[in-house]
């Protein structure tokens, strides 16, 4: 399956990322075939350089939001400044098997992910693509 996503809003992520030395993290708003919105969020992690972890302060008020009416909380993005845009074994420890989008921006771009139980990346990412509207 396909993903939707605005080559601007790619373009606002990539930025995001090519300004920090850490991971840069956010949240993804939209529906399982599209994102719409991405909103940033503090990496919390102790060590920002090498994990990401978002403020769960941000995902509280995401699901509230989502639950009131608001857009819906479709995934997570976050960066590998050192690194392949490819899925770590810690992001896969750290992944529930839900169905969440997670686009990670690195060496060579941004790439689109979907946890699943079993996924052909560490047992839990499968690759989706990402089509720039
Ligand atoms: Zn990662």
Do not use: K
Not at 13 to 40: K, N, Q, T, V, Y
Not at 47 to 67: G, M, Q, T
């Amino acid at each position: 399956m396909e993903v939707a996503i605005s080559s601007a809003l790619l373009a606002r992520i990539r930025a995001e990322a090519a300004s920090s030395r850490d991971e840069i993290c956010g949240l993804l708003f939209g529906a399982l075939d599209r994102i719409d919105a991405a909103e940033p969020c503090r990496n919390v992690a102790a060590d920002p350089r090498r994990r990401f972890e978002i403020e769960s302060v941000a995902l509280l008020a995401a699901h509230r939001a989502a639950r009131a009416g608001g857009p819906r909380l479709v995934g997570c993005y976050h960066s590998h400044p050192s690194g392949d845009a490819i899925p770590s074994a810690r992001d896969a420890a750290d992944a529930e098997p839900n169905g969440w989008l997670w686009l990670i921006v690195g060496a060579g771009g941004a790439r689109l992910f979907r946890t699943v139980q079993g996924g052909a990346l560490h047992g839990r990412f499968d690759e989706v693509i990402a089509s720039q509207r």
